[in-house]
């Protein structure tokens, strides 16, 4: 059988359109925009380009907006003056003001919480005299320790932070709060041997190591209401060691992902750079695929999305070429997944999500690098 645009169009359609439930919150498709850092919120405060850059999105169709990373409020969270802050007053100001223009469009939203721990380097903004901190004081793929291992006084000042953080999320309006485990910085720090070597109750087996984590998730919900959605995104792989793996089989990962479902996890944010790799031998399931089976929550994809090329090509001004979404698709109709986070090709055209849900597919371009350099 022939299969025409018009049959893919509306295959996309039925599919993506369907609406999504992470706990008390209904999304209104399965798009999600994935959080991507674009530094363009001087003195940590996000200002009108940045309410009209989240906006134009929601209006456009994106069901979801996980923001850009924001530092929690402790000093050594960060390392730019121009990344947003959630924490102090002009700065919640801006946020809630995103918030509000994205309801108005239509779209659901939340806030990304993040602390980078031990990629922070000494003098870096917006708190210059605040030390790196991380479980053992070592920077990805490094020995020696150049940082501060944190005291027990250290994770509860950062746990504090984590549910400070969501509290002021859900009280100016956010449908929801993700939480950054991922890609080396200072939560997946803590649950990747190579740069947790303590020996407390934080350090050690792959349980062990999940405790601080789990610590974050359950202050946060304690925080906020029941249904008030917490996401977690976590990934395998880290900055500057792409080969990284927190686990090696499906127990491994069960006995990680386990300690945040029971602390309060809703959603799991699966990062992958690749989203159709399978993560295992003799499965095709992603990343992904054996979160939602492992946990039952609800789990949400990404990884070079409508695209060839993976983002870190994008830093060296590389562009990506189109590709296709029909692998994409026939996970989602499996239900393999339940939402799929949109990066690149999102920053670049603010209209794709409604392109893709209307079959619109010959108006979709190939990545501009160039893009990263605006707030389109």
Do not use: C
Not at 73 to 102: C, I, M, N, T, Y
Not at 171 to 194: K, M, N, P, S, T
Not at 274 to 283: A, I, T, V
């Amino acid at each position: 059988m022939t299969v025409t645009a018009a049959d893919a169009a509306s295959r996309a359609a039925q599919i993506l359109a369907r609406p999504a439930t992470i706990n008390g919150l209904t999304v209104p498709n399965r798009i999600a925009m994935a959080p991507m850092t674009r530094m363009f919120s001087p003195g940590g405060v996000p200002g009108e380009d940045v309410v009209s850059y989240y906006s134009r999105r929601a209006a456009a169709g994106v069901g979801l907006i996980v923001t850009e990373g924001t530092y929690v409020g402790h000093d050594s969270a960060g390392q730019s003056d121009r990344v947003p802050r959630f924490h102090g007053e002009e700065q919640l100001a801006g946020w809630a003001k995103v918030a509000e223009a994205v309801h108005a469009a239509g779209g659901t939203i939340v806030p990304q919480l993040w602390h980078i721990g031990m990629v922070r380097k000494q003098g870096d903004q917006p708190f210059p005299e605040a030390p790196a901190v991380g479980p053992s004081g070592l920077r990805i793929g490094e020995d020696e320790v150049t940082g501060k291992a944190m005291t027990q006084r250290d994770l509860d000042d950062v746990i504090g932070a984590f549910a400070r953080a969501a509290a002021d999320a859900e009280r100016i309006g956010f449908d929801g709060v993700e939480i950054h485990g991922a890609h080396g910085y200072l939560v997946d720090q803590f649950l990747w041997a190579g740069t947790n070597r303590r020996t407390d109750a934080y350090g050690g087996d792959l349980v062990s190591r999940t405790r601080f984590a789990a610590e974050i998730v359950a202050a946060v919900r304690e925080k906020v209401s029941p249904e008030f959605p917490v996401i977690f995104r976590y990934s395998q792989w880290k900055q500057d060691a792409y080969d990284a793996r927190l686990a090696e089989t499906p127990e491994e990962l069960e006995a990680i992902l386990a300690p945040l479902a029971s602390a309060g996890v809703d959603a799991f944010h699966a990062s992958t750079r690749r989203y159709w790799q399978p993560e295992f031998d003799d499965s095709d399931l992603n990343l992904a695929g054996w979160t939602k089976k492992l946990t039952g929550k609800t789990a949400i994809t990404v990884g070079s999305v409508g695209l060839e090329g993976e983002f870190t090509q994008s830093f060296q001004g590389e562009g990506a070429a189109l590709g296709s979404l029909d692998n994409l698709l026939d996970r989602m109709e499996r239900d393999e997944f339940d939402l799929v986070a949109v990066g690149r090709a999102l920053l670049q055209d603010p209209q794709w999500a409604r392109k893709v849900l209307s079959g619109r597919f010959g108006e979709l371009a190939p990545f501009d690098a160039a893009s990263l350099k605006t707030l389109s």
